[in-house]
C-alpha cells in the first residue's frame, strides 16, 4: 500500500473499497526528461497519476509549435483515455523528470465496470466535466442542482378556470374545494386573474356582494411564462413584478399556474426572504438591512451550484428593486414621472453579483423643471452608499451634473462623443451602450438610446475604434497555447471577461441589438446569425467560467476587491485549469474575428 | 571474504534442500527493495518488528506486488523505538512469528538481487534470525544504494564529502520521501533512489 492522494475527483467517485483498490494496485515509475511515456498509436497499458513533475500531450502529426495539445502537472490524470479507445492517440512526454503512479489496465477496467460512475467520468466531454465540478460544489445537493434544471412545466399546477358568470361566492367555493389560492376567470378569449386577497379586498373593503360576478375584480395583466422554461426564471419573474404567481401560456391559452409556494416548497433558499424584506422596507433603515444581506444571498446560491447566468438574473432584478425603492424614498412623484434613473456598467449588463460601485445616470424629459434637482441628485448618491453601492471612482454617478441631463442634452453628448472618438469618449459611449433603466418613465432612455444606435451603428470608423479596446490586452497564454503561471496569478478581468464582454458589445452595436446583458446580446447576435450559435454559446460559458471564478475570489476575501481579479493558477485544481485554458482559447479565437471584422491587425 | 566463504559452504549443505533454489544464480530481471523496522540499533540484540519488500522490474517500482509483514511484539519493544517507526505493541497484536515471516520473506525474494539503504544493518538482522532457524545466510546479490551514490556523486564531483543522510540523498537525487520510517515507505523511497541512479541522475548533470 502507498500513500496517493485521492481526495480529487474521479477517485472520489469510488467508495473506501474502491480507493484502497487503487493504493493496493498501483506502481510507481520514474521518466527522464524528455522521455516518451506514451507514444502515439500505442495500446494505453496503465492509468498514469503524476506524483510529481509535468508531462506534456502532443500530437506527432502536427508541426512541432503546434504540436502541444495538453499539459500535465502533479496530481494530473493522463493514459485513461487511451485505455478506453484501446489506443493512444497522442504522444505523452515527459517534460521534467516525472514520478507517476501507474494504474493498470485491467485493475482500471475493473473499477469501471463496478462504479458507474467512475467510468462516466473518463467518457465525459469538457462541458460534462465543468457540469460535474459545479455539481460537486453543491454540498450534498443534488436536489438543489435538479431545482436549477427543472423546468416550469414540471412544478406548475392544473390551472383553475371559471366562466365569467361565476359570483364571488362560487368563486370562493370553488377555491376552497381545490385548495388553491388563485382562480383564472375567462371572458372569451381574455383570462383573468382573481386571487384569494382580491375577492377579500372586493367584499370587506368595497363592499361588493356575494353575488356579483368574480370578473369585476379580475386583472387581466397577467405575468406570463411558458412551460419550457427554467423554474427559477419563474422566481425571477415573481420577484421583478412584485407578484406570488406566473400564469404558464402555451399558444395564447393558459394551461398552468405556478405559485411561488410551490416554487419554495422546491426552493428553500433565501432568495425570496431577501426580496421580500426589500418590498416590505419602509424605511431606509429596513432597505438597508436587507441589501446587507445579499452577499449572503450569493454565498448561498455559489454553494447550492445555481448556474451563474440564473443568479446573476435574480441579483440584478434584486438590485433593481432596492435601487427604485430608494429613488422612491427620495424623489417626488412629480419628479419620478419625468425622469429616468439608469444604472450603466456591469450593473447595467445585469452582471454585478456583489455591489462592487454604483454607475449611474438621469435623463430627464425635455423641458421638465427642476430646481433643486442638484441637491436631490447628492442625496441619493448619500443614500446608495448607505445602501452597499460604494461610490464610482470614475465618478459616474448622478451627484456629477455631467450625467445628468434631458434627452436633447444626452443627444447632443452622444453626438459629441461619436464625432471626438478619443478614448474618453469611446469609453463613455461605451458606457451608456449598457444602460438600463431601473427607476422612473423608461421610454427616456429608448429615445437617447435610439439616438446612440442611429449615430454609430453605421459608423465603420467609429466601430473599428470601439472595438479596438477589445484587443488592448493580451490574452494569459503562452506560445504554445498553455496557462502562464505568473506568481502573482493572471488578470482574469483584463485577459478574459473584458475581451469578452466588449466584443460583444461592439457587435450588438453594429448589428442594433438592444440587450443590454453579454449573455443576451450572445444569444440576440447568434439568432441574427452574426456569431454562429455553437460559438456564442463557448463564449456565454467562457464568460460565466471567469466571473464565476473571479466571484469566488471576492467571497473568499470578502470584498477586498483590490485582487479579485487575479487568479493564480497554480492554485486551482487540474479540471479547473483545464477549462481556464479553454475558455482562454476562445477568447484569443474571439479577438481574431473581431480584428479580421474591424480592421484591426494593424492599428 | 567470509561473507563468500560462508555463502559457498552454505550452497554446498543446502543445495539439496528445500531452500536450495535459493542459491541458484538469479537470470530475470527483477530486483527487490527491502527495508526492516527493528527495536534498536545494535545488531547483535536488535529484534525485527516490521519487515517490508518491493520488486523492481523494467524501471518501475511494483509497490501492487508488495510484502509488509508485521512480526509478534517482541520483549525488547521499547518507548524508543516506538518513537522511530510508530508501531506500538497493540499495532503488532496478530502479527507473523518470526519463523512464519522469514518463510514467506524468503518465498518472496527468492534468488533475486536485493537492495536497501544500508543493508548491511538489515542483512545482519535478518541473518542473525534466519542462521538459527533455517541454517543460511541470506544468499542474494546486495546492492547498497548509499554505496551507489556516494560511487556516482565521485565520479562527478570528486571534492564534494557526500552528506549521506537518507532525507538529503533522497532530496538531492528529487525523489520523494515516502512514509519515512516505515519498512514499506524506506523500501520504496530507496528503491525509487536507485532507478534515479541507474537513470544517470548524477551523471547527467
Same mark, same amino acid.
Given at each position: 500500500?502507498?500513500?496517493?492522494?485521492?481526495?480529487?475527483? /474521479?477517485?472520489?467517485?469510488?467508495?473506501? %473499497?474502491?480507493?484502497?483498490?487503487?493504493?493496493?494496485?498501483?506502481?510507481?515509475? +520514474?521518466?527522464?526528461?524528455?522521455?516518451?511515456?506514451?507514444?502515439?498509436?500505442?495500446?494505453?497499458?496503465?492509468?498514469?497519476?503524476?506524483?510529481?513533475?509535468?508531462?506534456?500531450?502532443?500530437?506527432?502529426?502536427?508541426?512541432?509549435?503546434?504540436?502541444?495539445?495538453?499539459? +500535465?502537472?502533479?496530481?494530473?490524470?493522463?493514459?485513461?483515455?487511451?485505455?478506453?479507445?484501446?489506443?493512444?492517440?497522442?504522444?505523452?512526454?515527459?517534460?521534467?523528470?516525472?514520478?507517476? !503512479?501507474?494504474?493498470?489496465?485491467?485493475?482500471?477496467? &475493473?473499477?469501471?465496470?463496478? !462504479? /458507474?460512475?467512475?467510468?462516466?467520468?473518463?467518457?465525459?466531454?469538457? *462541458?460534462?466535466?465543468?457540469?460535474?465540478?459545479?455539481?460537486?460544489?453543491?454540498?450534498?445537493?443534488?436536489?438543489?442542482?435538479?431545482?436549477?434544471? $427543472?423546468?416550469?412545466?414540471?412544478?406548475?399546477?392544473?390551472?383553475?378556470?371559471?366562466?365569467? %358568470?361565476?359570483?364571488?361566492?362560487?368563486?370562493?367555493?370553488?377555491?376552497?374545494?381545490?385548495?388553491?389560492?388563485?382562480?383564472? @376567470?375567462?371572458?372569451?378569449?381574455?383570462?383573468?386573474?382573481?386571487?384569494?386577497?382580491?375577492?377579500?379586498?372586493?367584499?370587506?373593503?368595497?363592499?361588493?356582494?356575494?353575488?356579483?360576478? %368574480?370578473?369585476?375584480?379580475?386583472?387581466?395583466?397577467?405575468? *406570463?411564462?411558458?412551460?419550457?422554461? +427554467?423554474?427559477?426564471?419563474?422566481?425571477?419573474?415573481?420577484?421583478?413584478?412584485?407578484?406570488?404567481?406566473?400564469? @404558464?401560456?402555451?399558444?395564447?391559452?393558459?394551461?398552468?399556474?405556478?405559485?411561488?409556494?410551490?416554487?419554495?416548497?422546491?426552493?428553500?433558499?433565501?432568495? +425570496?426572504?431577501?426580496?421580500?424584506?426589500?418590498?416590505?422596507?419602509?424605511?431606509?433603515?429596513?432597505?438597508?438591512?436587507?441589501?446587507?444581506?445579499?452577499?449572503?444571498?450569493?454565498?448561498?446560491?455559489?454553494?447550492?451550484?445555481?448556474?451563474?447566468?440564473?443568479?446573476?438574473?435574480?441579483?440584478?432584478?434584486?438590485?433593481?428593486?432596492?435601487? $427604485?425603492?430608494?429613488?422612491?424614498?427620495?424623489?417626488?412623484?412629480?419628479?419620478?414621472?419625468?425622469?429616468?434613473?439608469?444604472?450603466?456598467?456591469?450593473?447595467? &449588463?445585469?452582471?454585478?453579483?456583489?455591489?462592487?460601485?454604483?454607475?449611474?445616470?438621469?435623463?430627464?424629459?425635455?423641458?421638465?423643471?427642476?430646481?433643486?434637482?442638484?441637491?436631490?441628485?447628492?442625496?441619493?448618491?448619500?443614500?446608495?452608499?448607505?445602501?452597499?453601492? /460604494?461610490?464610482?471612482?470614475?465618478?459616474?454617478?448622478?451627484?456629477?451634473?455631467?450625467?445628468?441631463?434631458? @434627452?436633447?442634452?444626452?443627444?447632443?453628448?452622444?453626438?459629441?462623443?461619436? %464625432?471626438?472618438?478619443?478614448?474618453?469618449?469611446?469609453?463613455?459611449?461605451?458606457?451608456?451602450?449598457?444602460?438600463?433603466?431601473?427607476?422612473?418613465?423608461?421610454?427616456?432612455?429608448?429615445?437617447?438610446?435610439?439616438?446612440?444606435?442611429?449615430?454609430?451603428?453605421?459608423?465603420?470608423?467609429?466601430?473599428?475604434?470601439?472595438?479596438?479596446?477589445?484587443?488592448?490586452?493580451?490574452?494569459?497564454?503562452?506560445?504554445?497555447?498553455?496557462?502562464?503561471?505568473?506568481?502573482?496569478?493572471?488578470?482574469?478581468?483584463?485577459?478574459?471577461?473584458? /475581451?469578452?464582454?466588449?466584443?460583444?458589445?461592439?457587435?450588438?452595436?453594429?448589428?442594433?441589438?438592444?440587450?443590454?446583458? *453579454?449573455?443576451?446580446?450572445?444569444?440576440?447576435?447568434?439568432?441574427?446569425?452574426?456569431?454562429?450559435?455553437?460559438?456564442?454559446?463557448?463564449?456565454?460559458?467562457?464568460?460565466?467560467?471567469? *466571473?464565476?471564478?473571479?466571484? &469566488?475570489?471576492?467571497?473568499?476575501?470578502?470584498?477586498?476587491?483590490?485582487?479579485?481579479?487575479?487568479? @493564480?493558477?497554480?492554485?486551482?485544481?487540474?479540471?479547473?485549469?483545464?477549462?481556464?485554458?479553454?475558455?482562454?482559447?476562445?477568447?484569443?479565437?474571439?479577438?481574431?474575428?473581431?480584428?479580421?471584422?474591424?480592421?484591426?491587425?494593424?492599428? | 571474504?567470509?561473507?563468500?566463504?560462508?555463502?559457498?559452504?552454505?550452497?554446498?549443505?543446502?543445495?539439496?534442500? =528445500?531452500?536450495?533454489?535459493?542459491?541458484?544464480?538469479?537470470? #530475470?530481471?527483477?530486483?527487490?527493495?527491502?527495508?526492516?523496522?527493528?527495536? #534498536?540499533?545494535?545488531?547483535?540484540?536488535?529484534?525485527?518488528?516490521?519487515?517490508?519488500?518491493?520488486?523492481?522490474?523494467?524501471?518501475?517500482?511494483?509497490?501492487? =506486488?508488495?510484502?509488509?509483514?508485521?512480526?509478534?511484539?517482541?520483549?525488547?519493544?521499547? #518507548?524508543?523505538?516506538?518513537?522511530?517507526?510508530?508501531?506500538?505493541?497493540?499495532?503488532?497484536?496478530?502479527?507473523?512469528?518470526?519463523?512464519?515471516?522469514?518463510?514467506?520473506?524468503?518465498?518472496?525474494?527468492?534468488?533475486?538481487?536485493?537492495?536497501?539503504?544500508?543493508?548491511?544493518?538489515?542483512?545482519?538482522?535478518?541473518?542473525?534470525?534466519?542462521?538459527?532457524?533455517?541454517?543460511?545466510?541470506?544468499?542474494?546479490?546486495?546492492?547498497?544504494?548509499?554505496?551507489?551514490?556516494?560511487?556516482?556523486?565521485?565520479?562527478?564531483?570528486?571534492?564534494? =564529502?557526500?552528506?549521506?543522510?537518507?532525507?538529503?540523498?533522497?532530496?538531492?537525487?528529487?525523489?520523494?520521501?515516502?512514509?519515512?520510517?516505515?519498512?514499506?515507505?524506506?523500501?520504496?523511497?530507496?528503491?525509487?533512489?536507485?532507478?534515479?541512479? =541507474?537513470?544517470?541522475?548524477?551523471?547527467?548533470?
Amino acid at each position: 500500500m502507498v500513500d496517493v492522494d485521492l481526495s480529487q475527483p /474521479p477517485f472520489t467517485l469510488l467508495d473506501d %473499497a474502491g480507493r484502497n483498490r487503487v493504493r493496493g494496485g498501483v506502481d510507481l515509475a +520514474y521518466f527522464d526528461s524528455q522521455e516518451v511515456i506514451l507514444d502515439a498509436g500505442q495500446s494505453g497499458e496503465f492509468v498514469f497519476m503524476i506524483h510529481k513533475g509535468e508531462v506534456a500531450e502532443l500530437d506527432p502529426t502536427m508541426p512541432a509549435a503546434a504540436s502541444r495539445i495538453g499539459h +500535465y502537472t502533479a496530481g494530473d490524470l493522463f493514459g485513461a483515455i487511451s485505455i478506453l479507445n484501446g489506443k493512444s492517440r497522442y504522444r505523452f512526454q515527459a517534460e521534467q523528470e516525472s514520478l507517476c !503512479y501507474l494504474l493498470p489496465k485491467a485493475l482500471f477496467q &475493473r473499477l469501471c465496470d463496478d !462504479y /458507474p460512475a467512475f467510468a462516466e467520468f473518463f467518457r465525459q466531454s469538457l *462541458t460534462h466535466k465543468a457540469r460535474l465540478l459545479t455539481e460537486r460544489r453543491a454540498e450534498g445537493g443534488v436536489t438543489m442542482a435538479g431545482f436549477m434544471l $427543472a423546468r416550469i412545466g414540471e412544478c406548475m399546477r392544473e390551472p383553475l378556470v371559471v366562466d365569467q %358568470a361565476t359570483s364571488i361566492f362560487d368563486a370562493v367555493s370553488t377555491l376552497n374545494a381545490s385548495h388553491a389560492d388563485s382562480l383564472l @376567470v375567462c371572458d372569451g378569449e381574455r383570462f383573468g386573474m382573481v386571487t384569494k386577497t382580491d375577492l377579500l379586498n372586493a367584499l370587506v373593503i368595497e363592499g361588493l356582494t356575494q353575488e356579483r360576478p %368574480a370578473i369585476e375584480v379580475a386583472h387581466f395583466e397577467l405575468v *406570463t411564462a411558458s412551460a419550457e422554461q +427554467y423554474l427559477f426564471e419563474a422566481l425571477v419573474r415573481m420577484t421583478r413584478h412584485e407578484v406570488a404567481r406566473v400564469v @404558464v401560456v402555451e399558444d395564447g391559452k393558459p394551461v398552468g399556474v405556478v405559485e411561488l409556494t410551490d416554487v419554495l416548497s422546491f426552493f428553500s433558499s433565501r432568495s +425570496y426572504v431577501v426580496s421580500l424584506q426589500v418590498e416590505q422596507a419602509d424605511s431606509l433603515d429596513e432597505l438597508a438591512r436587507a441589501s446587507a444581506r445579499t452577499p449572503e444571498l450569493v454565498r448561498a446560491l455559489m454553494a447550492q451550484g445555481v448556474k451563474l447566468r440564473f443568479a446573476m438574473g435574480l441579483l440584478a432584478a434584486l438590485n433593481g428593486r432596492i435601487m $427604485a425603492k430608494a429613488w422612491g424614498f427620495a424623489i417626488d412623484e412629480a419628479h419620478r414621472d419625468a425622469s429616468c434613473l439608469v444604472v450603466m456598467g456591469s450593473e447595467g &449588463r445585469g452582471e454585478q453579483i456583489l455591489k462592487t460601485d454604483q454607475d449611474n445616470a438621469l435623463i430627464l424629459a425635455d423641458g421638465h423643471d427642476w430646481p433643486e434637482r442638484e441637491a436631490q441628485m447628492r442625496e441619493v448618491t448619500e443614500i446608495l452608499i448607505r445602501l452597499g453601492y /460604494p461610490p464610482c471612482p470614475g465618478n459616474i454617478m448622478v451627484s456629477n451634473p455631467e450625467w445628468v441631463g434631458s @434627452v436633447s442634452e444626452w443627444r447632443e453628448r452622444i453626438a459629441r462623443w461619436a %464625432a471626438r472618438r478619443d478614448g474618453d469618449s469611446l469609453m463613455k459611449l461605451a458606457i451608456m451602450l449598457d444602460a438600463h433603466a431601473v427607476a422612473g418613465q423608461t421610454a427616456l432612455l429608448d429615445q437617447v438610446r435610439d439616438e446612440l444606435f442611429e449615430r454609430c451603428r453605421r459608423d465603420e470608423i467609429l466601430l473599428s475604434y470601439f472595438a479596438r479596446t477589445a484587443l488592448r490586452f493580451s490574452t494569459p497564454l503562452t506560445l504554445f497555447g498553455s496557462l502562464k503561471k505568473p506568481q502573482h496569478g493572471i488578470d482574469i478581468k483584463k485577459g478574459g471577461i473584458f /475581451p469578452i464582454v466588449h466584443g460583444v458589445r461592439t457587435l450588438a452595436l453594429e448589428r442594433g441589438v438592444r440587450a443590454t446583458s *453579454t449573455l443576451d446580446r450572445l444569444d440576440a447576435l447568434a439568432e441574427d446569425g452574426r456569431l454562429e450559435a455553437s460559438f456564442a454559446e463557448d463564449l456565454g460559458e467562457a464568460l460565466a467560467l471567469f *466571473t464565476e471564478l473571479r466571484l &469566488r475570489q471576492q467571497l473568499e476575501r470578502d470584498g477586498e476587491g483590490e485582487d479579485a481579479n487575479r487568479v @493564480v493558477v497554480q492554485q486551482l485544481s487540474s479540471l479547473e485549469r483545464d477549462l481556464l485554458r479553454e475558455a482562454l482559447h476562445m477568447v484569443k479565437d474571439f479577438k481574431q474575428r473581431l480584428s479580421q471584422r474591424f480592421h484591426l491587425e494593424y492599428s | 571474504m567470509l561473507r563468500a566463504l560462508r555463502r559457498a559452504s552454505d550452497r554446498r549443505r543446502h543445495a539439496e534442500g =528445500e531452500y536450495g533454489w535459493l542459491f541458484h544464480p538469479y537470470t #530475470g530481471n527483477e530486483m527487490v527493495a527491502i527495508d526492516c523496522e527493528t527495536t #534498536g540499533l545494535d545488531t547483535r540484540t536488535a529484534e525485527l518488528v516490521s519487515i517490508a519488500a518491493v520488486k523492481v522490474r523494467d524501471g518501475r517500482v511494483l509497490t501492487s =506486488e508488495s510484502l509488509d509483514l508485521r512480526l509478534q511484539r517482541p520483549a525488547s519493544l521499547s #518507548g524508543d523505538s516506538i518513537r522511530i517507526h510508530g508501531l506500538r505493541g497493540i499495532d503488532l497484536a496478530g502479527g507473523d512469528c518470526v519463523e512464519a515471516a522469514l518463510d514467506k520473506l524468503l518465498d518472496f525474494i527468492g534468488n533475486r538481487p536485493l537492495m536497501g539503504w544500508c543493508l548491511d544493518f538489515d542483512m545482519a538482522i535478518i541473518n542473525r534470525h534466519l542462521r538459527p532457524r533455517f541454517g543460511f545466510d541470506l544468499p542474494n546479490a546486495l546492492i547498497e544504494v548509499s554505496q551507489r551514490y556516494v560511487r556516482d556523486l565521485r565520479r562527478v564531483h570528486p571534492e564534494i =564529502e557526500p552528506n549521506l543522510r537518507f532525507e538529503a540523498v533522497a532530496k538531492a537525487l528529487d525523489v520523494p520521501v515516502i512514509g519515512r520510517h516505515t519498512a514499506l515507505g524506506d523500501a520504496v523511497t530507496a528503491a525509487l533512489m536507485y532507478l534515479r541512479l =541507474e537513470k544517470g541522475a548524477m551523471r547527467g548533470d
